[in-house]
């Protein structure tokens, strides 16, 4: 069962609403399966982090070695490409902006109030959550538009969102997850 399945909705009020928290066993199903289809993660092990500041000192590593980043970017720009050639560019881009204009604020809400739940008020951390969301629903919204989908990584890191998780990515050997 996906992460978005299990939390009943896939509103942006749930997400980040299981940060810190243990990974239930379809959380960890849900990571597992994400690894395994995803040539980069076949072998990684999954690693946890509990607190916001763990998650921060995960987002600042991951700036200094973009290697992570830069396999998402190819494979989003390579759905873009297939997503462009059925609707075009102009059209592509009114449909993946109107996605994430209609998140946005429900999303840094969402990364706000969980974040004051854990007594954190770090408004840069609360961007980069946030922003993680919203760059998580338009890849999401990218694979659909391209003709993927189903289990593509995208739409399973997506799910992890919605259901409350905040995947950090591939970081020295493990995928994290918070």
């Known amino acids: 069962m996906s ?24 959380d960890r199903a849900e990571i597992e399966a994400l690894i395994r289809d995803d040539a980069l993660l076949a072998r990684v092990e999954i690693g946890v982090v509990g607190q916001w500041h763990e998650a921060g000192e995960i987002i600042r590593a991951a700036d200094r070695d ?66 993680a969301a919203l760059m998580a629903a338009h890849q999401q919204a990218l694979c659909e538009l391209a003709g993927e989908g189903g289990t593509h990584y995208f739409t399973r890191k997506f799910a992890l969102f919605a259901g409350g998780r905040w995947p950090l990515g591939h970081h020295r050997g493990r995928y994290v997850v918070f």
């Open 3 to 26: 992460a978005a399945n299990r939390s009943g909705c896939t509103a942006p009020e749930a997400w980040f609403s299981c940060v810190g928290l243990p990974l239930a066993p379809s």
């Open 66 to 131: 973009s290697a992570w980043w830069d396999h998402e970017e190819e494979e989003r720009e390579r759905l873009w490409q297939c997503a462009a050639e059925r609707y075009g560019e102009d059209e592509l881009s009114t449909r993946l902006r109107a996605i994430t204009d209609a998140l946005a604020d429900a999303v840094h809400d969402a990364a706000a109030a969980a974040a004051a739940r854990a007594g954190v008020v770090d408004p840069a951390l609360i961007r980069a959550a946030s922003g």
